[in-house]
């Protein structure tokens, strides 16, 4: 799977709450990502074995809206998507500043 940013997003917005499920605007506000980014990374993510989606069982009619296409990362899903992320930060230089070995303290009020 190429990591990319948005694909980076949409794995951490899963992670972070494993047991709820999401659908795309739900994912559209956690990540901030527009909808024509978001879907064709979940189909990429799908494609992959790393997602299950699955239509809500409602009446659109009844309900007042159209059904909601859930995703769920699958547990292969979770195992890689975790081995990813830990991957991008290993990656990615500590951009934080150099204090000389020590972390600054605040000044005593």
Do not use: C
């Amino acid at each position: 799977m190429r990591m990319t940013i948005p694909v980076a997003k949409v794995l951490a917005a899963l992670l972070a709450e494993l047991d709820e499920q999401r659908y795309g605007l739900d994912l559209m506000r956690l990540t901030g990502l527009p909808s024509g980014t978001l879907y064709p990374v979940l189909h990429r993510l799908s494609a992959a074995g790393w997602l299950d989606a699955d239509w809500e069982a409602i009446d659109p009619v009844a309900a007042g809206r159209p059904a909601r296409r859930y995703y769920r990362l699958t547990a292969v899903g979770v195992t890689q998507a975790r081995q990813a992320l830990a991957d991008l930060r290993a990656a990615i230089p500590d951009a934080r500043p150099s204090w000389g070995g020590t972390e600054p303290t605040a000044a005593p009020a």
